[in-house]
């Protein structure tokens, strides 16, 4: 199998080896024929698809009028108008044919190629494909017309049609070009035959040929001559002799293409070491590229990821020093705190922080102040040789002990808004270490970290804003008599909207103490709107004396008429002191935690409602004993509660760590104590409340 595209010196001595044998197999010349027709048909194949890459296959040999079958002779009167003629006029006769079509592989179908009359020199320019063999060949018209043997010669050549649209080579359907049958390029090849004859064998190609393979195939033109000679008669035609003389020419067409074949070897393992080491070039340029890219990428999704401002400097700094290749680097930025003082702080990379410890912050000395105005990047060669260098007292340069800086590029951190927020400083103890390359890759990563600042300083105004606007709404809770209490309130640990989150503890009367924990479903102004009404409601609520159950309807009914779009959990808890008990009423909530006092841990969640919002609801209340000593934790889910757990899981974190507790005297101790054990360094991704109640000794009856 061949592929045209890929047609090989090898491929051609193969295939021309081929043809010759099929020739001298054949009991004919029509046999030959039709033998290596159908041999570069099947052979000539897409390795891809395994399709034929020839559309058409034809070969095509002069003859008398006298020596044609009687139905060429016939298609050969149809075309002349004079009707038949002599015998010796000369006819181009189709003696083999296969295609894509089975039209195309019978002869008798193939009437207007079956035979062409060849009356006169005019009559044969008029035919394409005979103008370009004859032309190819250097033949002359007159003498192919009379079959003048003396006049041609031993001659064979290849005629090539790169580009197939539009051309009007025949051996189609009359009135067609090849490319209307998929064919992109033609392939021909031919030469002479003894007794002044002529053969051409035309490939249509549906892949395009090039030149070179073209080319190839001037041997395989001798080989199909030589194939034809076998079945010519030697004393009438001379076939023997011409068949010596094809043996020459096709010994001088393979050494020919050898010899081009060896060149081009040649030259391709002359350029081979050049072009290797210009793609081992290419390739470490392409593999610095690439990190450099993937670097700039990940400062990229880092930083954008990232909300911790001191998080984002250090990082930003880091990777600009690794792409500078500096030996360390440094970035000051400006902060403000909440008051809106100024102040400059730093981080370093390369270097440990103690290497800087004990020198002052930099001033806007001349070298300086062209980075933390803003003025633009700052690349030095050779920092000690800057006129601006050593001017400002008292170091005039650097100050004793400082690392040695020869190669100084610094770049200013600028926000989208124009403020500059600081700048990149690093430094190399070599000169000239620093390049525009460098410029670009520090400047890149400034300007994603001013993008990140921006983000960090907003989101941190933004919660700042969230957090004082809780603590507003959650003022200190009162104390009360005869209790240890302790409260916590956490914001989310990201995110900037408030929460609906909160605890209470109201004073009643005759000694009595109402203890509250609620939650609004969502985050945002509304939110926190409501719970500030839930809040002022339950408190007027608790000192109208409503009993917890009754409480809860009345919440149930506000909340309808103030939000009927968000839910409302809510635990409200009356203790009497005198009778020693705790009623609770549960809307939703998750069960409080009590503790008696003798260290039994449980929790109280016998008669739990459904959330305020829902439906109508006549609440439970549930009484039970709280001694001196007895200890009650109400909190919201964000205490137990984290993505991808069950929150039964966390509950029992809750209870493990309030039962681990030695001395449940020390309220704010254990508050801590359970943040640290449930939250951890995980952090949490809700709001926070809890509320810590113990009984002390000596209250209640007497």
């Known amino acids: 199998m061949f592929d045209l595209v890929t047609f090989s010196l090898s491929d051609m001595v193969r295939c021309g080896a081929r043809l010759r044998r099929l020739g001298d197999e054949a009991a004919s010349l029509d046999e030959a024929a039709r033998s290596m027709v159908d041999y570069l048909r099947d052979n000539l194949v897409d390795p891809v698809t395994g399709e034929p890459e020839c559309v058409l296959a034809r070969l095509f040999v002069s003859r008398r009028y006298a020596d044609l079958t009687p139905e060429a002779q016939r298609v050969a009167d149809e075309q002349l108008p004079a009707g038949p003629t002599d015998g010796d006029l000369r006819c181009l006769n189709l003696i083999a044919t296969r295609g894509d079509t089975p039209e195309w592989d019978d002869l008798t179908l193939s009437r207007h190629?079956?035979?062409?009359?060849?009356?006169?020199?005019?009559?044969?320019?008029?035919?394409?494909?005979?103008?370009?063999?004859?032309?190819?060949?250097?033949?002359?018209?007159?003498?192919?017309?009379?079959?003048?043997?003396?006049?041609?010669?031993?001659?064979?050549?290849?005629?090539?049609?790169?580009?197939?649209?539009?051309?009007?080579?025949?051996?189609?359907?009359r009135g067609s070009s090849p490319a209307d049958h998929g064919a992109r390029s033609v392939l021909g090849f031919g030469g002479t035959l003894p007794g002044g004859e002529i053969f051409a064998l035309v490939l249509f190609s549906r892949v395009p040929v090039s030149t070179e393979t073209a080319r190839m195939f001037r041997s395989v033109a001798v080989s199909v001559r030589l194939g034809l000679l076998g079945h010519l008669d030697d004393a009438s035609t001379g076939a023997g002799s011409a068949r010596e003389q094809a043996l020459t020419e096709l010994l001088e067409v393979l050494e020919t293409s050898a010899q081009q074949q060896a060149a081009h070897l040649e030259n391709l393992v002359t350029d081979l070491s050049e072009t290797q080491r210009v793609l081992r070039d290419q390739e470490h340029r392409l593999r610095e590229e690439t990190s450099v890219v993937e670097t700039l990428h990940e400062v990229g999704r880092t930083l954008a990821a990232e909300l911790d401002l001191q998080v984002i400097v250090q990082r930003a700094c880091d990777a600009a020093t690794t792409l500078t290749g500096a030996a360390f680097g440094s970035f000051f930025y400006n902060v403000e705190d909440m008051s809106g003082e100024s102040y400059l702080l730093y981080v370093l990379s390369g270097v440990p922080r103690e290497t800087f410890a004990r020198f002052p912050m930099p001033r806007n000395t001349q070298v300086f102040d062209h980075t933390f105005r803003g003025l633009g990047i700052l690349r030095l060669d050779d920092v000690k040789q800057d006129a601006r260098y050593g001017r400002n007292a008292p170091y005039h340069g650097m100050p004793q002990g400082h690392l040695d800086v020869r190669s100084y590029l610094a770049v200013p951190v600028i926000s989208p808004s124009g403020k500059v927020l600081g700048g990149?400083?690093?430094?190399?103890?070599?000169?000239?270490?620093?390049?525009?390359?460098?410029?670009?890759?520090?400047?890149?990563?400034?300007?994603?970290?001013?993008?990140?600042?921006?983000?960090?300083?907003?989101?941190?105004?933004?919660?700042?804003?969230?957090?004082?606007?809780?603590?507003?709404?959650?003022?200190?809770?009162?104390?009360?008599?005869?209790?240890?209490?302790?409260?916590?309130?956490?914001?989310?640990?990201?995110?900037?909207?408030?929460?609906?989150d909160w605890v209470d503890l109201v004073p009643l009367g005759d000694g009595r103490t109402a203890?509250?924990?609620?939650?609004?479903?969502?985050?945002?102004?509304?939110?926190?709107?409501?719970?500030?009404?839930?809040?002022?409601?339950?408190?007027?609520?608790?000192?109208?004396?409503?009993?917890?159950?009754?409480?809860?309807?009345?919440?149930?009914?506000?909340?309808?008429?103030?939000?009927?779009?968000?839910?409302?959990?809510?635990?409200?808890?009356?203790?009497?002191?005198?009778?020693?008990?705790?009623?609770?009423?549960?809307?939703?909530?998750?069960?409080?935690?009590?503790?008696?006092?003798?260290?039994?841990?449980?929790?109280?969640?016998?008669?739990?409602?459904?959330?305020?919002?829902?439906?109508?609801?006549?609440?439970?209340?549930?009484?039970?004993?709280?001694?001196?000593?007895?200890?009650?934790?109400?909190?919201?889910?964000?205490?137990?509660?984290?993505?991808?757990?069950?929150?039964?899981?966390?509950?029992?974190?809750?209870?493990?760590?309030?039962?681990?507790?030695?001395?449940?005297?020390?309220?704010?101790?254990?508050?801590e104590h359970l943040l640290s054990e449930c939250i951890g360094a995980r952090g949490h991704d809700d709001d926070i409340a809890l509320l810590y109640v113990r009984s002390e000794p000596g209250r209640g009856a007497c």
């Open 113 to 173: 190629h079956l035979a062409i009359p060849m009356t006169s020199a005019e009559a044969v320019t008029r035919a394409p494909m005979l103008r370009a063999l004859i032309s190819h060949l250097g033949l002359d018209v007159e003498a192919t017309v009379r079959g003048d043997e003396r006049a041609h010669g031993d001659r064979f050549d290849v005629f090539h049609v790169p580009d197939a649209t539009g051309s009007p080579l025949s051996g189609l359907p």
């Open 424 to 500: 990149f400083f690093f430094g190399h103890p070599q000169t000239g270490m620093f390049t525009a390359r460098h410029e670009r890759l520090a400047a890149g990563v400034a300007a994603q970290a001013a993008v990140a600042m921006d983000n960090a300083r907003l989101y941190q105004q933004q919660r700042d804003a969230a957090v004082e606007l809780q603590r507003t709404l959650l003022p200190p809770l009162q104390e009360a008599d005869g209790l240890t209490t302790a409260w916590r309130y956490l914001p989310a640990a990201q995110g900037t909207e408030v929460g609906g």
């Open 515 to 671: 203890f509250v924990v609620g939650d609004v479903m969502g985050k945002g102004i509304q939110a926190a709107a409501v719970m500030g009404q839930m809040r002022t409601a339950v408190r007027a609520y608790a000192i109208m004396g409503l009993p917890p159950g009754q409480m809860l309807r009345r919440l149930d009914a506000l909340l309808g008429d103030v939000d009927t779009k968000r839910l409302v959990t809510c635990t409200f808890a009356v203790h009497d002191p005198v009778a020693r008990t705790l009623t609770i009423a549960n809307a939703g909530h998750l069960p409080p935690l009590l503790r008696g006092p003798d260290g039994e841990t449980r929790h109280a969640d016998g008669k739990i409602g459904p959330p305020l919002g829902v439906v109508c609801f006549d609440y439970e209340e549930e009484t039970v004993p709280f001694p001196a000593g007895s200890q009650l934790l109400l909190y919201t889910d964000g205490l137990v509660e984290r993505r991808n757990e069950l929150i039964d899981n966390g509950m029992a974190t809750l209870a493990r760590a309030w039962g681990s507790v030695e001395d449940p005297s020390a309220a704010e101790a254990l508050c």
